[in-house]
């Protein structure tokens, strides 16, 4: 076989003889056919306008490029052990590195004479064969999926999600951390579309938020109750209002020292505090994983029930995503309930 032992630029891996091996009509670089169809066409293709023609690894096409570079030098002693700086970025990366670990933009090669080798430059218009912002290639599978469709239902927030799926699927591990969703739980999962997970931690809010609430409103009742006794049901002016509060100022302010500390003291308020700490603790730990089981659950049903990659893809981008609209509606939602029950609660109380 031609191409024994070659390394196809797709997936990193040697072809073999029993490898099924497609050749790009373009520009003659041989490469798995699971890799030419995941990405829909040849892994070079971002090459092909600058008129790239691939050759064989060999010691004499090798030292043929050698020359072709002037005087460019692989195994320059003097830089060989310096860190690449990502002239995109300012990452800095291993001395061996071609992308940026980083933004993954390419990392051109140098010159002896310290001048970038313009090897990784790109004609315009050419698709990188990476997930933006990050090292991994469109094709490069993720659980069994490439990671070019999983970008696909994602949409935003590729560059975040994209490595920590990798780690998942190769550590088995499911805890990561998600600002995001720490700090705007439950709306978070209603913007990445997940309703029934985002449903579950709404309700547990909302129960958090009545209990949370009921003992508010219990441990300041005494401050409203010497409020109203000694003011009565007169509707004051924002003057006597003023001179309602300076001179019964020792009063009420006694009173008040009496609520917080009641406030403070009261198991059920601490309890809510730390449930509601708690809630969004569990959320930023377990987003992560949640969308990440989501979008392989997703991604399985399409695939059963497309015909072709074509349509596989389409439903793909028009399934995923995130919405602002859900976002919204999950807050307001979540405003309302709350008062319905609190003034539902209070019917029943009084």
Avoid at 193 to 201: I, S
Avoid at 266 to 272: E, L
């Amino acid at each position: 076989m031609y191409y024994e032992n070659q390394i196809c630029p797709g997936c990193g891996k040697p072809l073999s003889p029993a490898d099924d091996v497609i050749v790009c009509p373009d520009c003659a670089t041989p490469q798995h056919r699971a890799c030419y169809e995941k990405l829909g066409s040849c892994v070079n293709g971002y090459l092909h306008a600058s008129g790239y023609v691939w050759r064989p690894d060999t010691a004499e096409n090798n030292a043929d490029e050698t020359a072709e570079a002037g005087e460019f030098e692989y195994n320059d002693e003097e830089g060989a052990n310096e860190l690449k700086i990502c002239s995109m970025c300012g990452q800095n990366n291993e001395p061996d590195a071609q992308v940026c670990s980083r933004c993954g933009c390419p990392i051109p090669l140098k010159t002896s004479s310290g001048t970038p080798f313009p090897f990784d430059f790109r004609a315009p218009g050419a698709v990188s064969p990476y997930i933006f912002g990050t090292t991994i290639l469109k094709s490069e599978p993720i659980n069994n999926e490439a990671a070019g469709d999983i970008a696909l239902y994602l949409k935003k927030g590729q560059y975040k999600f994209l490595p920590k799926f990798k780690r998942f699927a190769e550590s088995g591990k499911s805890a990561s951390w998600n600002w995001a969703a720490f700090f705007l739980s439950p709306f978070y999962f209603f913007y990445r579309r997940m309703l029934k997970v985002g449903f579950l931690f709404m309700g547990v809010f909302v129960a958090i938020s009545l209990f949370f609430t009921a003992a508010v409103e219990k441990d300041i009742a005494p401050y409203y109750d010497y409020v109203a006794s000694i003011a009565g049901n007169e509707q004051m002016t924002q003057d006597e209002l003023q001179r309602f509060y300076s001179e019964h100022a020792e009063e009420i302010t006694a009173v008040t020292m009496k609520s917080a500390s009641n406030l403070a003291h009261d198991p059920i308020f601490i309890a809510s505090i730390c449930a509601f700490i708690t809630a969004h603790i569990i959320s930023g730990i377990f987003a992560d994983s949640l969308i990440y089981r989501k979008i392989f659950r997703d991604m399985g049903i399409i695939r059963e029930n497309c015909e072709n990659e074509l349509s596989f893809k389409t439903m793909l981008a028009r399934i995923g995503g995130t919405s602002f609209m859900n976002l919204i509606c999950s807050y307001f939602g979540y405003s309302l309930i709350c008062n319905l029950l609190m003034k539902l609660a209070y019917n029943i109380i009084s």
